[in-house]
């Protein structure tokens, strides 16, 4: 069965600095996907970045970007330049190539200090 | 940006009622799901939806649940006879599923529900 790890509770970073938030998965299939979602307190979930399991090349948005490492089954998300705004739960979550259900890990809290 | 929408963003309902959660998914995308979230606890996969039917649902996914695409628009998640233990936040989500393409997994903003 795939399962999602994140293995950080919580985090802090200063305002401006970067932050990088762990996860790592699980799964024997080769064609998946896999995302990070921001839930603020409004408790919405956001997505903030996908990445294509056959894609080397690491995912972008911003000032958000991954590091996927296939083999290694790591997927970990850069907050550069961090920003208050950016203060929330963070989750990370997979699914197979052709639907199935995402599954997702436990949730980071992210704290930004002024 | 596609949305998919939810309604309504927050129902309080007593012990025993049915409630009728409504979202209406991102219109070409294949796969619908609900999840539910209790305050500070993890998101739980409730079911998933393809083709008309569930394609899979988890334990939580009791007889007192059910979902429809009543009209290939609307997805409903009914729960018959609440429990207090069924309040929490509910969210659906709608993934695009093509093969080889862009997979974009996108949530509505969530109905909260609270049972009393």
């Known amino acids: 069965a795939q399962t999602v790890t994140q293995s950080q509770p919580e985090m802090s970073v200063q305002e401006a600095e970067t932050v990088t938030l762990s996860c790592t998965y699980d799964?024997?299939?080769?064609?998946?996907?896999l995302f990070w979602y921001k839930q603020p307190p409004s408790r919405q979930m956001i997505l903030v970045i996908r990445?294509?399991?056959?894609?080397?090349q690491n995912a972008t948005e911003n000032r958000f970007s991954v590091n996927f490492q296939k083999a290694a089954k790591s997927f970990s998300l850069k907050i550069s330049d961090s920003q208050l705004g950016d203060a929330a739960m963070y989750f990370c979550?997979?699914?197979?190539?052709?639907?199935?259900?995402?599954?997702f890990g436990q949730g980071t809290e992210l704290s930004v200090k002024p | 940006e596609p949305e998919v929408t939810q309604t309504p963003s927050h129902q309080v309902t007593q012990m025993g009622q049915e409630v009728i959660l409504r979202c209406v998914p991102i219109?070409?995308?294949?796969?619908f799901y609900w999840y539910r979230q209790i305050l500070g606890q993890k998101v739980e996969f409730l079911v998933s939806?393809?083709?008309?039917?569930?394609?899979?649902k988890s334990e939580i996914f009791d007889d007192q649940f059910s979902v429809e695409r009543p009209d290939g628009s609307n997805f409903t998640l009914k729960i018959r006879s609440t429990k207090l233990e069924d309040s929490a936040m509910y969210f659906c989500?709608?993934?695009?599923?093509?093969?080889?393409?862009?997979?974009?997994?996108?949530f509505g903003q969530g109905t909260r529900l609270t049972v009393v």
């Open positions: 979550a997979y699914v197979r190539n052709q639907g199935g259900k995402l599954i």
């Open positions: 799964t024997s299939e080769s064609d998946y996907y």
């Open positions: 990445q294509e399991a056959y894609k080397q």
């Open positions: 219109s070409n995308h294949l796969y």
């Open positions: 939806f393809y083709n008309n039917e569930i394609s899979e």
């Open positions: 989500a709608s993934l695009s599923g093509s093969l080889r393409r862009n997979t974009e997994a996108f």
